[in-house]
């Protein structure tokens, strides 16, 4: 018998990075490890429980950025090189290992990515995408999307026009990826601000998740807590994050990932090796980077490390579901007799959480559902879903909120972060004035105007101020900002001006290429209903 | 019977904590030199209010030389005075400042638990300890403090972006 209702979500996103210029770019590796080590295993799970004829309801965000990327040819083909390059790698490995410890794990590397190649080039027809609209065709995923380019909402706000820029072209390049408009968002950073829910309702947007705080200080205040969706005054549903269920997967101390045997992250032969044998491996200017050749489990606390044990880690996913499941049984029995339905249990976590920090995460997906399946006390369903048992819902106004550290927005404004917004204003501010000005523009005008858009929406990612405040690549986020806002305002004088810099417009139009389906009068006063 | 407030401490009961922690940093090569100024100023008066949490607030400003004029002030020679507000204009924080362009942050109690349900911040000249309005930001919602037991250290930071 059912008790509960499980809403697993996984928020899949990266920046725009895009470097055609080089042949090697490293933070073009972002997406072609997290290909690797994410979002093709993940893949390969529902399609073995689509086999298995296990059930399961997954909801994932695919992010506008990320979907551009995944379907850029350039990119792509950048990534075809880089499975190859790791297959090779993984036959030096097999002779370099031949008579240690070491070997056994090396031939599962050499299998794990020779696999991702097959599946890539076979299921997945070299289309990433592919396998994310074959689930969601099938309905056992729901993709929901993310803002244009992942940009605070609640920091754009103060031009409404860039908050509505930011859901309608996600909302189009869902379509253009999905063919078919998307029914939530994954709200960047989970931030919301007042009144955002006018806007999401409408672009066609049913529902949004929240942190649990978004929710629980919401007027009125939710009676069911966290159990159940609310209603906005605007009638979009709003989900919010569990704790519990979070914790178990998040945390650092008690969570899973920080198993003994689970692989440890930081051991890479990247870093181990002789840089002779490791350097046509690792960046080509002789930076050491991981290759994701990883020869050690966690073990412990200290610096000593063991071998690492595929099997033995696999075996302990299945613990591990099976204790989720335990927990989330239990959570379930302790509030449902408090609620006149039956509860649901919401667990957003970061899709690249799974497979790049936590290499097996996986698979202990994968088991999970096997567990559910198996038990038939909870059920995994899709935000959707729940909406369509439980159509009605408390009316209440969620919490500004996100779900960046202390739950509000710090983390995206602080020192280290605080001299973009003043540009990022003034950029949005400019757009809408040349949107409408140049409304009727000729075809050269446009795209000017376009490219003026796309440098002003990825200016506008969290990613940068996110990176910018945890001193991490804050060196290359400082530089993408301001690229962006300088190609903007070096095209807002190409028009003014009357003139066209074909060599700079080439060359940014190749690397910045995002959305090309843009118009410009998305900015326009004139559209904005 | 209402249940209310039993689900919500269930909501509440547990902490989160990253498992990013401890990530290497990643090492960083430079694009290329190409350097890409960007404007110092806009030439525009400008008064933003940004939320940062219950109990901050940031604001920055520009005061063009032109208004500047209008007042028969020398941008060199300025004092600014800002007055930060709720609602119905009750006065909660103020502070000064000589800069023409320029940002703060505002420290101020949780706007929420005070009563405050929105703030926002008015520009005034002075002009020999007489206060010359200028302009107002725009308005923003004050939040809510939240239970540390709930919040406490909640951060993932994705190691694919090189995060520690």
């Known amino acids: ?223 069911n807590g966290v159990y159940a969706p609310i209603v906005t005054p605007n009638k979009v549903a709003v989900f919010a994050r569990e704790h519990k269920s979070s914790k178990q997967i998040w945390s650092s101390k008690e969570g899973y990932p920080g198993d003994f045997s689970y692989r440890d992250f930081y051991r890479d032969i990247g870093y181990d090796l002789d840089f002779e044998y490791i350097k046509d491996y690792i960046n080509p200017d002789g930076i050491r980077i991981f290759t994701g050749f990883k020869y050690y489990k966690i073990t412990g606390k200290s610096d000593y490390k063991e071998i690492y044990d595929p099997s033995a880690a696999l075996q302990k996913t299945i613990e591990h579901a099976q204790n989720f499941h335990f927990n989330t049984e239990v959570q379930i029995n302790k509030v449902c007799s408090m609620m006149d339905r039956l509860p649901v249990v919401v667990s957003p976590y970061d899709a690249e959480l799974f497979g790049h920090w936590w290499f097996e995460g996986p698979e202990f997906l994968y088991n999970m559902f096997k567990e559910i399946s198996k038990h038939k006390v909870i059920k995994s369903i899709t935000p959707l879903q729940y909406l369509n048992m439980y159509p009605q819902n408390q009316e209440a106004v969620p919490h500004p909120s996100s779900w960046g550290d202390k739950g509000y927005f710090d983390v995206w404004l602080n020192h280290s972060n605080d001299w973009i917004y003043r540009h990022l204003h003034e950029m949005a501010d400019t757009m809408c004035y040349y949107a409408d000005k140049y409304y009727n523009a000729n075809e050269h005008q446009t795209k000017v105007l376009n490219q003026m858009t796309r440098e002003l929406l990825l200016a506008q990612s969290s990613d940068w101020a996110f990176l910018m405040s945890t001193q991490t690549a804050a060196e290359y986020s400082t530089a993408r900002t301001k690229e962006h806002i300088y190609n903007f305002f070096k095209l807002v004088d190409m028009l003014e001006n009357n003139y066209f810099n074909e060599k700079f417009f080439t060359d940014i139009a190749k690397k910045n290429s995002i959305f090309d389906f843009l118009d410009f009068r998305v900015y326009s006063n004139h559209s904005s209903q | 019977m209402n249940f209310t407030d039993d689900l919500i401490a269930q909501s509440l009961s547990h902490i989160c904590k990253s498992s990013g922690e401890n990530i290497k940093n990643f090492k960083i090569i430079k694009e290329s030199p190409i350097s890409h100024p960007i404007p110092q100023k806009y030439n525009k008066d400008k008064l933003v209010l940004l939320p940062i949490n219950p109990n901050s607030s940031f604001v920055y400003w520009e005061i063009t030389d032109k208004t500047l004029e209008k007042f028969g002030i020398d941008p060199k020679n300025v004092q600014l005075s800002f007055k930060l507000l709720d609602a119905a204009n009750h006065e909660i924080g103020e502070f000064s400042s000589s800069l023409t362009i320029g940002n703060y942050y505002i420290n101020h109690k949780s706007g929420h638990k005070s009563g405050h349900k929105s703030l926002h911040v008015k520009l005034f000249l002075n002009l020999c300890n007489k206060l010359e309005y200028i302009s107002s930001s725009n308005i923003i919602g004050a939040q809510q403090n939240t239970p540390k037991s709930m919040r406490d250290d909640l951060i993932y930071t994705s190691t694919l972006l090189g995060g520690k």
């Open chain 1, 1 to 223: 018998m059912i008790k509960g209702y499980w809403i697993p979500i996984l928020h899949s996103h990266l920046p725009f990075v895009k470097h055609p210029q080089h042949e090697n770019f490293l933070e073009e590796r972002w997406l072609f490890e997290a290909i690797t080590e994410c979002y093709i295993p993940l893949l390969q799970r529902l399609k073995k429980l689509e086999e298995e004829e296990i059930e399961f309801a997954l909801t994932v965000s695919v992010t506008p950025p990320l979907a551009e990327m995944l379907d850029d040819e350039h990119l792509m083909q950048k990534y075809e090189n880089y499975l190859k390059n790791l297959i090779e790698l993984g036959e030096k490995e097999l002779i370099r290992t031949k008579n240690s410890d070491s070997y056994n794990v090396a031939k599962f590397y050499l299998d794990f990515f020779t696999r991702t190649k097959e599946f890539f080039e076979g299921f997945l027809d070299r289309k990433i995408l592919n396998g994310y609209r074959y689930f969601y065709d099938k309905n056992v995923l729901e993709i929901i999307t993310c803002g244009a380019t992942h940009g605070f909402l609640p920091l754009l706000s103060v031009n409404e026009q860039a908050v509505r820029a930011q859901i309608k072209v996600a909302v189009e390049s869902h379509k253009k990826h999905f063919n078919k408009a998307p029914k939530g968002i994954w709200l960047p950073e989970c931030a919301y601000y007042d009144s955002l829910d006018a806007i999401l309702k409408s672009y066609g947007i049913e529902f949004f998740i929240l942190d649990a705080h978004g929710l629980l200080y919401a007027t009125p205040t939710p009676k």
